[in-house]
C-alpha cells in the first residue's frame, strides 16, 4: 500500500528508472525510502536538515519537501550559505533599511523576508559563522527578526530547510536543536544499482 501512495505523492505515474514528478531519480530501495521520507516530513511544519555527501541530491530533496507540503503553492528562496558575504550577512538574510548601514545602501527585504509564507534553503547552512546562527535563533522559534536599522521586530511565516555535506555537529547545538527532523540522502555508493538510470537521466536531459 505504500508504493501506490508514494506514486501518487511524487506525482502519480512515471516510467521505470525515469525521474519521478519532483526530480528524484532511483528504483533500488534506498530510493524508495527516501521518497517515504520525504512525504512524511513534507506532511509535518518543523524545520529541517538534509544531510548527505557532496552529489547527492540535497537539493532536490529539499525542493521535493517544499513542494509536498502545505507551503508548495508559495516561494522557495534558495541561498547557498558559502554565497553570503560576511560583513553583510545580517542585511543579506534580515534585509535593512535605506541608506543602512551604509550611505546609499538601497533597501532590501533580505532573503527571509522574501520566503515569508513559503521556505528559506540555506544550503551549507554548516558555513554560516557561529554569531550569524545565533541570530537565526529566534526566526527559528517565533518567526522574529530585525531588519538592519529597524528598532521594530518584523515576522516571518516561513519554515527553514537547511542543508549540509558535513557532520551535524558542525552547527551550534541550539541551532541544531531547533532543526527537528533529519533527511539523510544517500550517497551513489549506497545505491550502485541507480546509477545506470542516473545516466541514462542525464544523457537524456542532454
Do not use: C
Request: no cysteine; charged share 25%; proline share 5%.
Amino acid at each position: 500500500p505504500v508504493l501506490p501512495r508514494l506514486r501518487e505523492a511524487f506525482a502519480a505515474e512515471f516510467g521505470f528508472g525515469e525521474a519521478d514528478g519532483l526530480g528524484i531519480v532511483g528504483e533500488s530501495p534506498l530510493a524508495w525510502e527516501l521518497r517515504e521520507h520525504v512525504a512524511f516530513v513534507a506532511a509535518r511544519a518543523a524545520h529541517v536538515l538534509v544531510l548527505g555527501p557532496s552529489g547527492a541530491g540535497k537539493e532536490i530533496v529539499a525542493q521535493a519537501i517544499h513542494a509536498l507540503s502545505k507551503r508548495g503553492k508559495k516561494p522557495m528562496v534558495s541561498r547557498s550559505a558559502v554565497t553570503i558575504p560576511e560583513g553583510i550577512a545580517d542585511a543579506e538574510l534580515f534585509g535593512n533599511v535605506k541608506n543602512y548601514p551604509n550611505s546609499g545602501m538601497p533597501e532590501r527585504l533580505g532573503i527571509v523576508g522574501e520566503a515569508d509564507k513559503g521556505t528559506l534553503f540555506l544550503d551549507e547552512i554548516t558555513e554560516i559563522s557561529t554569531s550569524l546562527q545565533a541570530h537565526l535563533l529566534r526566526l527559528l522559534d517565533a518567526g522574529e527578526y530585525h531588519r538592519l536599522g529597524e528598532s521594530r521586530a518584523r515576522r516571518a511565516d516561513l519554515r527553514v530547510i537547511g542543508a549540509t555535506n558535513r557532520d551535524e555537529s558542525a552547527l551550534k547545538h541550539d541551532l541544531r536543536a531547533r532543526l527537528t527532523f533529519r533527511v539523510d540522502v544517500p550517497g551513489l555508493g549506497e545505491r550502485r544499482e541507480d546509477i545506470p538510470l542516473l545516466a541514462h537521466h542525464l544523457l537524456r536531459g542532454i
